[in-house]
Nanobody, 125 residues
Framework: VQLQASGGGLVEAGGSQMLSCVAP????????VGWFRQALGKEREFVGR????????YYADSVKGRFIITRDYAKRTVYLQMSSLKPEDSAVYFC???????????????????WGQGTLVTVSS
């Protein structure tokens, strides 16, 4: 069972794009759903996450103020709204769910145990 990420594509610099991540039923018990990205030749990095119970979100400094994560509890869907996109935002974006409790901020890959397949976002200059 995997999360299903979608919404990637080609967008011009300065534009916006929204990604979606649909979760299977049992992730209602997830502590958080996060977004990560991996650019070509680089390591996967944290983008942001939202608490599944709605208690709040947290973002990497590189996207703070430009990206917003929301969730639709009834649709089991988490959204990543990206604005003011830059060429350096180009990457494969992954969503992930953390089913286990962590004392951390849920900003580390090892805090997540269920991953989606990724969706490619390309920002042209």
């Amino acid at each position: 069972v995997q999360l299903q990420a979608s919404g990637g594509g080609l967008v011009e610099a300065g534009g916006s794009q929204m990604l979606s991540c649909v979760a299977p039923d049992y992730t209602f018990s997830a502590h958080a759903v996060g977004w990560f990205r991996q650019a070509l030749g680089k390591e996967r990095e944290f983008v942001g996450r939202i608490r599944w119970d709605g208690r709040g979100s947290y973002y990497a400094d590189s996207v703070k103020g430009r990206f917003i994560i929301t969730r639709d509890y009834a649709k089991r869907t988490v959204y990543l709204q990206m604005s003011s996109l830059k060429p350096e935002d180009s990457a494969v974006y992954f969503c992930a769910a953390a089913s286990k409790y962590s004392r951390g901020r849920y900003s580390l890959q090892e805090e997540y145990d269920l991953w989606g397949q990724g969706t490619l976002v390309t920002v042209s200059s």
